[in-house]
């Protein structure tokens, strides 16, 4: 945190999944044909699955009733290999410049896409969408 060189790098930290794809597809199938591109996501579905499971039970150690739900965010690394890595899960994820600029109505097709699948499958999807 006190290095000169202190988030000298953060522009190639975060990227969108879609350009995840397009620099695999670029750099890497060339060069291992036989790679399943959509295994990548699948694994990291995977962990996030995982990582929910392992903690579902202290989310509302209380059990008070009615719907609850909350947006947390996930952060992978692949090694050399193209093995996915958890490194961490983050109640209040950073939704920065660089899904913004790659993705301008970030924000609001995120939210519309979270209540779709919380608040919209409670009441039945009888309320309006954003189009």
Not at 64 to 81: A, M, N, Q
Not at 87 to 104: A, D, K, R, W, Y
Request: hydrophobic residues 35%; aromatic residues 12%; glycine residues 6%.
């Amino acid at each position: 945190m006190n290095s000169d060189n202190y988030e000298k790098h953060e522009g190639g930290n975060q990227l969108p999944y879609s350009a995840l794809e397009e620099y695999l597809q670029d750099h890497y199938v060339t060069k291992y044909p036989d790679l399943d591109i959509d295994h990548v996501m699948q694994r990291m579905k995977d962990l996030m699955i995982d990582s929910h499971l392992s903690g579902a039970a202290a989310l509302d150690p209380k059990r008070r009733p009615g719907f609850k739900f909350e947006i947390v965010g996930f952060d992978f690394i692949l090694d050399e290999d193209l093995r996915v890595w958890l490194i961490e899960v983050n109640t209040c994820p950073f939704m920065g410049p660089v899904l913004q600029q790659s993705h301008p109505n970030f924000m609001l097709d995120f939210l519309d896409d979270t209540f779709k699948l919380t608040i919209d499958k409670i009441f039945h999807n009888q309320g309006t969408t954003r189009d």
